[in-house]
Structures are given as C-alpha cells and as structure tokens.
C-alpha cells in the first residue's frame, strides 16, 4: 500500500479533501490511500491554470515546441510500456494484455496530437471584396476540466489532455473515484517531460462534489467529459448556462448485425470480443445482437462455444480474457439485470452468474452472458448494463431490423457483418449510429472523429479536430483600400 499526493498545478501535496481509497478488483486488496481533492483545492488548480495558459513561455510557445513535450510524454509512456500497463491493470482489474493495448493506444494519441499541433493552420478565406483581405487563426479557449471515466483511464485521459495542451490551454484532470492512479502517474510523465507548471492539475475525488465543483467554476472555459449519460446531461446543463463549450461522449446500447452472407467464424469470433472483452465494461460495447434467421441457430451455437472458452480469471494471469468487473457493487448491478431478464421471461444460453471457481471469490467477477427469448421493450434489451452481457435475437426483415437497432435512446456505434461490402454501405447509412464497424469492432484510429448521436453524447474527440475543439476561431479583416468608409459623406 502506498500513500498518494495529488497534483496541483505543478505541485505534489496532500489533498484537503476526505480520505479516498484505491482498490484492487481482483481481490479487494488496497492499492494505494490518498486524501482526495477539496472545494479550495479545486480553487486553487483553477487559479493558477488561468494564471499560466495566459502565460507568454505557453500561449504564445511556437506550436512545434508544445509538440515537443508531447512527444517527450509519448516516448516516456512506450519506455515504461510495462510498469503502467501493470498500474492499470492495478487500477481497474483490466487483464494485462489489454492494459497494455492502452498505454500504448495513450503514447500514440500524445504522439499524433503533437504532430497535429506542428501543422496546424489557421484560414485564408477568399474575400468578396477586392479592396479587403482575411484570414482566421485559432486560439485557445482557457481553463479546460476533463472528467474522464474508469473504463480506460489513461486511454481517456489521454484523450482530452493531449490535444487541450496542444491548443495552447490549461487543464485540470478530474479521474473517476475508483481510478485514481493512472491519472497522477499521467501528470509524473507531463511534469518529466517539461510541461510548465500550473498547466495540469490532477483532483480525485467525488464527481458530485468535484466534478460538479469544476464544471460550475467560472473559471472554466470548457467541459470534456466521458461517462454516464445522466451525469452527461447535467453537465450539458451546467454548459449551457455559463455559455461555454462542452463535449459528451456517454453510454450505448450499440447493435451488431451479422447477415446471411457473413465469414460466420470471423462474426462469432468478432461479436464475442466486442461484447465481452473489457469484460463489457466499454460504452461501445456491441451488447445487442441481430442474426438473420437462416444462420441463426448455427451461428449462436459456435457463439455460445467460444464464450465457453473464455478465460475469465485474474487479471495478471497470461491468457485471461475477461477480468473482474470495477467493484462487487457493479457487479451485483450486472447480476441484477440478468435477473430480471429471467423474470422478463428471457432464456440465458450461457453464463449469468457469479463464477464458482473458488480463487476467484474476493473478485468482482461475472461470467460472460448470453440471454435470448426477451422482447425488444425489456429493460435489458434497451439500458446500459455495463458488464458481459449479451441479448441475442433472430430477423428476416432488414426494415424491422432498421427499426429495432434504431429503436434506442443511444446512437454510439454499431457492427455489420457481411462479405458484401455495398449491403454493409447501405445498411449502415440507415443506422442512427456514429461508429459503424463492418467486418470488425472495437478497432479504432486516433485520426479518425469519434463521437455519438442521439443521448450517447455531443461533439466528437480524435482526429485533427480535436484540437479546434479546444480552441476558438478569431478573423480578421485587412482593409485594402484608400477610400474611407462612405457611410458619413
């Protein structure tokens, strides 16, 4: 067990909030016990972020030497590749092997921010007038809080600090409660690498008190937030009345689609990882499935054997692919909607249930699920369960398809599985979705926009605008002509 100190602008120091413990998922054990983040602590990194973004050694910093400090960032992640991997895997039970997916996932977005930051440009519109010049450049917006989730954490964190730092802003990092570590070992490596001081604060703590504590501050100039689409719309809320930018990137209830024509060993094995690796604790997760009814029976009896040949065991075992959930109170969440699925009159195929292997029974652990026979309005076919569970139905009609995929308050993303590349095209231009994987899931490129519709979020995180959107766009008009302005003649 290790006692923590909590970063504040550019400072290692005791929180002044109350105590806060990391645990870890595997067996309970403490990780670490720390004193979280207080109301004046939150005062303090807000103050001294305004302070050193208006700073001219940063804001005014040409934008290939903010890159260097991201790319220092990057490298140090990939040559401690191994310890953090370690630390996340100790943070939120994730197996090691995806751990290391992403911390490496981490140095490849500090990576790609910074080389974003170096060629950044600015517009040089066409004026209609010949006497008058213009052109627009970016700046950036200020105070940034990042709220990020469990899930990921250094994945996430990564994703909002990395391309804030390289719009030239300040920013303060509020992890999840239950995560606390990956986040202040983040703010060792900026601090290693050269960022200046004041310009990342990290405060655990509660999101109700400090979470809500920075988005209402007014000093901040823009909420980056990731988590559940509860909280999402109050931060909404809270945006909209201090008029300042947010992004939302909350929960889903993604479909997987699996057509007649399908490479069905290629499905089965695809829709398997992208529902029950991460254990299903993944927003994107594809937790609704649709099987054309001529392959249906075939295909959920190959599912259902490589779900039975999932490993689930301790997260630092080489070979586990399914890890503890967070806590054992979201796991009993999980088990509660498996419940009521059975009480729905749902048939569960496979798994729903607490695992029996005894070295497992101080974990937060749940067996990969697979439930069929619920109709379309049942809770468990329509929220988010956050956990390895999968509900499975069969179609022959692509409209009521359609109209069932899209019959969900979320729009996160969605799997097609086809060899017929012009169905997935035309399939998934139907779909209310913002990811649409096809032959694939879960696989992503920092390059390329990534974001929700409908109540799984606004605004989009990745690719080159996702520095724009921690910047504000300023034109300028150069006035040409000799000739005054006529109005006053």
């Known amino acids: 067990m290790t006692m923590h100190k909590i970063f504040i602008a550019g400072e290692w120091r ?121 052109f627009s450049h970016y700046e950036p917006l200020g105070v940034i809080a990042a709220i990020t989730p469990w899930n990921s954490p250094i994945a996430s964190e990564m994703q909002k600090v990395a391309p804030a730092l390289a719009g030239g802003n300040a920013v303060i990092l509020k992890p999840a409660e239950a995560t606390p570590l990956m986040a202040l070992e983040l703010a060792a490596l900026f601090e290693e690498a050269g960022l200046p001081k004041g310009l990342l604060s990290v405060l655990p703590g509660k999101g109700r008190v400090i979470g809500e504590a920075l988005a209402r501050h007014p000093g901040v100039r823009r909420i980056s937030f990731t988590g559940g689409t509860e909280t999402g719309r109050h931060l909404a809320h809270v945006a909209a009345d201090k008029l300042i930018s947010t992004s939302l990137e909350l929960g889903g209830k993604s479909p997987t689609i699996v057509l007649p024509d399908a490479d069905m060993e290629q499905a089965a094995k695809g829709v398997a990882y992208g529902i029950f690796s991460s254990a299903g604790q993944a927003c994107i997760a594809g937790s609704r499935l649709y099987v054309h009814a001529d392959c249906y029976t075939a295909f959920m009896e190959r599912l259902e054997e490589i779900t039975r040949g999932l490993r689930v065991g301790h997260p630092e075992t080489p070979g586990t692919h399914l890890g503890p959930l967070i806590n054992i109170r979201h796991r009993d969440s999980v088990a509660a909607y498996v419940d009521q699925a059975r009480q729905d009159g749902g048939h569960v195929r496979i798994g729903g249930q607490v695992p029996t292997d005894p070295s497992l029974a101080a974990g937060s652990y749940y067996l990969p699920t697979i439930i069929e026979g619920l109709a379309p309005t049942s809770r468990v076919c329509r929220e988010e369960i956050f956990g390895p569970v999968l509900v499975a139905a069969p179609f022959d009609d692509e409209d009521d398809l359609v109209a069932q995929a899209n019959d969900s308050v979320y729009g996160l993303a969605a799997g097609i599985w086809t060899r017929d590349y012009r169905d997935a095209l035309r399939l998934g231009a139907r779909l209310e979705a913002g990811t649409v994987w096809v032959n694939t899931y879960k696989t992503f490129s920092i390059s390329t926009p990534f974001g929700g519709f409908k109540e799984s979020g606004l605004g989009r995180e990745k690719g080159r605008q996702g520095i724009h959107a921690y910047m504000q766009q300023k034109s300028f008009y150069l006035g040409l002509g000799q000739t005054p302005n006529p109005w006053c003649d």
């Not at 998922?25 to 305004?50: C, H, R």
């Not at 921010?113 to 950044?120: M, N, Q, S, Y």
């Open 14 to 134: 005791e929180g002044r909030g109350e105590p806060l413990i990391s645990t870890f998922p595997a067996d309970g054990s403490i990780n670490a016990e720390l004193n979280a983040a207080s109301l004046e602590d939150v005062d303090d990194a807000v103050a001294a972020a305004d302070r050193a973004w208006r700073e001219p050694a940063w804001r005014d910093l040409p934008p290939h030497r903010r890159a260097d400090v991201l790319y220092r960032v990057s490298r140090l992640i990939e040559a401690r590749c191994e310890a953090l991997a370690a630390l996340q895997t100790r943070d939120n039970g994730k197996p090691l092997a995806e751990a290391r997916g992403l911390v490496m996932s981490a140095a490849g977005t500090a990576r790609y921010f910074a080389a974003a930051c170096e060629t950044l440009e600015g517009e040089l519109p066409t004026p209609r007038s010949a006497d008058v010049m213009t």
